[in-house]
Protein backbone atom coordinates (compact mmCIF):
# COMPACT_ATOMS: atom_id res chain seq x y z
CA UNK A 1 0.00 0.00 0.00
CA UNK A 2 1.48 3.45 -1.07
CA UNK A 3 0.88 6.31 1.35
CA UNK A 4 0.39 10.08 0.24
CA UNK A 5 3.59 12.16 0.09
CA UNK A 6 3.27 15.05 1.78
CA UNK A 7 2.96 17.37 -1.17
CA UNK A 8 -0.15 15.47 -2.36
CA UNK A 9 -1.69 15.88 1.30
CA UNK A 10 -0.78 20.07 1.21
CA UNK A 11 -2.54 20.43 -2.28
CA UNK A 12 -5.35 18.87 -1.42
CA UNK A 13 -6.14 20.69 1.77
CA UNK A 14 -5.43 23.34 -0.24
CA UNK A 15 -7.68 22.70 -2.33
CA UNK A 16 -10.37 21.60 -0.18
CA UNK A 17 -9.87 24.70 1.82
CA UNK A 18 -10.41 27.24 -1.24
CA UNK A 19 -13.86 25.31 -1.82
CA UNK A 20 -15.15 26.67 1.27
CA UNK A 21 -15.75 30.41 -0.31
CA UNK A 22 -14.51 32.23 3.12
CA UNK A 23 -11.82 34.74 1.64
CA UNK A 24 -7.99 34.29 1.87
CA UNK A 25 -8.48 37.44 4.55
CA UNK A 26 -10.30 35.53 6.79
CA UNK A 27 -13.06 37.23 6.87
CA UNK A 28 -16.58 36.06 6.07
CA UNK A 29 -18.76 37.18 3.35
CA UNK A 30 -21.25 39.78 4.06
CA UNK A 31 -24.70 38.93 3.89
CA UNK A 32 -27.59 39.19 1.28
CA UNK A 33 -29.53 42.02 2.53
CA UNK A 34 -32.81 41.05 3.77
CA UNK A 35 -35.66 41.94 1.47
CA UNK A 36 -39.31 41.17 0.80
CA UNK A 37 -39.82 40.16 4.42
CA UNK A 38 -43.52 38.90 4.40
CA UNK A 39 -45.94 40.07 7.10
CA UNK A 40 -49.31 38.20 7.02
CA UNK A 41 -51.49 40.60 8.86
CA UNK A 42 -52.15 43.16 5.83
CA UNK A 43 -52.99 39.97 3.90
CA UNK A 44 -55.46 38.57 5.91
CA UNK A 45 -58.22 40.35 4.05
CA UNK A 46 -58.11 37.21 1.89
CA UNK A 47 -59.69 35.05 4.75
CA UNK A 48 -63.06 33.61 3.33
CA UNK A 49 -62.21 34.97 -0.70
CA UNK A 50 -61.63 32.94 -3.45
CA UNK A 51 -57.98 32.16 -4.17
CA UNK A 52 -57.40 33.28 -7.79
CA UNK A 53 -54.46 35.20 -9.87
CA UNK A 54 -55.80 38.43 -8.68
CA UNK A 55 -56.17 37.83 -4.99
CA UNK A 56 -52.79 36.01 -4.99
CA UNK A 57 -50.72 39.17 -6.48
CA UNK A 58 -52.44 41.57 -4.27
CA UNK A 59 -52.13 39.75 -1.17
CA UNK A 60 -48.61 38.87 -1.79
CA UNK A 61 -48.21 42.37 -2.33
CA UNK A 62 -49.97 43.78 0.66
CA UNK A 63 -47.89 41.01 3.03
CA UNK A 64 -44.38 42.58 1.36
CA UNK A 65 -43.65 38.85 0.22
CA UNK A 66 -41.49 37.98 -2.86
CA UNK A 67 -43.58 34.99 -3.51
CA UNK A 68 -46.99 33.27 -2.51
CA UNK A 69 -48.70 29.73 -2.70
CA UNK A 70 -51.79 28.04 -2.45
CA UNK A 71 -51.84 24.99 -0.03
CA UNK A 72 -55.37 22.97 -0.66
CA UNK A 73 -56.38 20.25 1.73
CA UNK A 74 -53.72 17.26 1.65
CA UNK A 75 -51.36 18.48 -0.52
CA UNK A 76 -47.76 17.74 0.17
CA UNK A 77 -45.67 20.89 0.46
CA UNK A 78 -42.00 21.24 1.50
CA UNK A 79 -41.92 22.35 5.59
CA UNK A 80 -38.99 24.31 4.69
CA UNK A 81 -39.30 28.21 6.34
CA UNK A 82 -39.27 30.90 3.65
CA UNK A 83 -39.29 34.24 5.74
CA UNK A 84 -40.20 36.30 2.20
CA UNK A 85 -43.03 33.83 1.09
CA UNK A 86 -46.66 34.26 1.44
CA UNK A 87 -48.66 30.71 2.45
CA UNK A 88 -52.82 30.84 1.34
CA UNK A 89 -54.39 27.91 2.68
CA UNK A 90 -57.28 26.69 0.76
CA UNK A 91 -60.42 24.79 1.27
CA UNK A 92 -62.05 22.13 -1.37
CA UNK A 93 -63.91 25.54 -2.66
CA UNK A 94 -60.91 27.54 -3.05
CA UNK A 95 -61.74 29.59 -0.28
CA UNK A 96 -58.71 31.30 1.63
CA UNK A 97 -58.62 29.56 5.17
CA UNK A 98 -55.79 30.94 6.58
CA UNK A 99 -53.08 33.37 5.71
CA UNK A 100 -49.48 33.15 7.23
CA UNK A 101 -45.70 33.76 6.11
CA UNK A 102 -43.08 31.02 5.88
Avoid at 20 to 27: D, H, L, N, R, V
Avoid at 51 to 56: F, P
Avoid at 63 to 88: C, D, H, S, Y
Amino acid sequence: MRLPTLAAIATTTSLLMSACGTPATGQAPEPAPVSGRCSAAPAQFAVGRNADSALENEARTRAGAKTVRVLKPNQIVTMEFNAERLNLSVDDTGRVTRVACG
